[in-house]
């Protein structure tokens, strides 16, 4: 994943370097030299200070990073996370890509913190899912981990997981969950098998046939969830989708449901306001 996160800095240094930052050029000399600090202008969860430190490095090896507050840190208006010094002109060209990063991981981070502490004392752990930004599911996933909550799959490469979709094209659920073992079987690959239900009689005919290791309650009821952990009854690790708000969540996780995943953690979140300021 790290290589996929060097890739990503690239192109977003290149879209926003294009053939250089003449506004620096212009009124700034190579040897100006300047110190910067990143304030925290709102409440949350801090993220992306280890990710700020790569960024700056790659504009420039010879920029000093000064970490104040580690990854992870509840943090408050005027709280510095960190200072910087070294070209001007560096630090003006990476200012904005290190907002950008930061700004976007800390506000899922918080909004990840918030999910967890609802359901606080149950056993539920909360997930995130692959409604991701392009490019940024590194970024976003490790925000999600600092913020409390655990990473569901991280692609469509490291776990079988077999949706509605999948399951009518497949012609059921029996043929879907025939085709991944043997597949898993051919392959002689170790990946778990975890298989979305829809109904009680979706989940009969999962239980029936087995071959799994978690099942996905797709868009149950409070109430249905609790009957269809019941009929699990530990055998497979159950999980709950859709409709999870942070006015229900509370509800489904003491159903006893293992996992509960939440796509508004990525894909609908409010940045957190930082600013970086010279000093």
């Known amino acids: 994943m790290e290589t996929l996160f060097n890739k990503w800095l690239e192109i977003a240094m290149a879209e926003d370097l294009g053939d250089g930052d003449?506004?620096?050029?212009?009124?700034?000399?190579?040897e100006a030299t300047g110190n910067a600090k990143l304030i925290a202008k709102q409440t949350g969860?801090?993220?992306?200070?280890?990710?700020?430190?790569?960024?700056?490095?790659?504009?420039?090896?010879h920029i000093e990073f000064n970490p104040i507050l580690p990854d992870g840190t509840h943090v408050?208006?005027?709280?510095i996370a960190f200072t910087v010094h070294g070209p001007v002109q560096k630090l003006l060209a990476a200012e904005r890509v290190v907002l950008n990063v930061m700004q976007r991981m800390s506000g899922i981070a918080t909004q990840t913190h918030e999910y967890c502490e609802i359901i606080k004392g149950t056993r539920a752990r909360i997930l995130?899912?692959?409604k991701t930004t392009p490019g940024m599911r590194v970024l976003d996933k490790e925000s999600v981990r600092i913020g409390g909550?655990?990473?569901h799959r991280i692609g469509l490469f490291d776990m079988i997981l077999i949706k509605d979709n999948h399951v009518d094209f497949a012609g059921g659920i029996v043929q879907a969950l025939e085709k991944a073992n043997r597949y898993i079987n051919e392959k002689n690959m170790n990946l778990d098998i975890e298989i979305e239900v829809r109904s009680f009689e979706e989940l009969?005919?999962?239980?029936?046939?087995g071959n799994v290791q978690r099942i996905m309650l797709d868009n149950f009821s409070v109430e249905n969830t609790y009957k269809a952990v019941k009929i699990i009854a530990g055998r497979y690790l159950t999980e709950s989708s859709g409709g999870i708000t942070k006015t229900n969540i509370r509800a489904y996780a003491e159903t006893g449901v293992d996992f509960i995943s939440v796509g508004a953690l990525t894909h609908q979140i409010q940045s957190l306001d930082l600013s970086l300021k010279a000093f």
Do not use: E, W
């Not at 003449?22 to 190579?30: E, F, G, V």
């Open 128 to 130: 995130d899912t692959r």
């Open 149 to 151: 909550g655990t990473n």
């Open 45 to 61: 969860i801090l993220a992306g200070v280890d990710r700020a430190i790569q960024i700056f490095y790659k504009y420039s090896p």
């Open 76 to 79: 408050k208006p005027g709280d």
């Open 204 to 209: 009969d005919q999962v239980l029936n046939y």
């Open 22 to 30: 003449h506004t620096s050029l212009s009124i700034l000399t190579t």
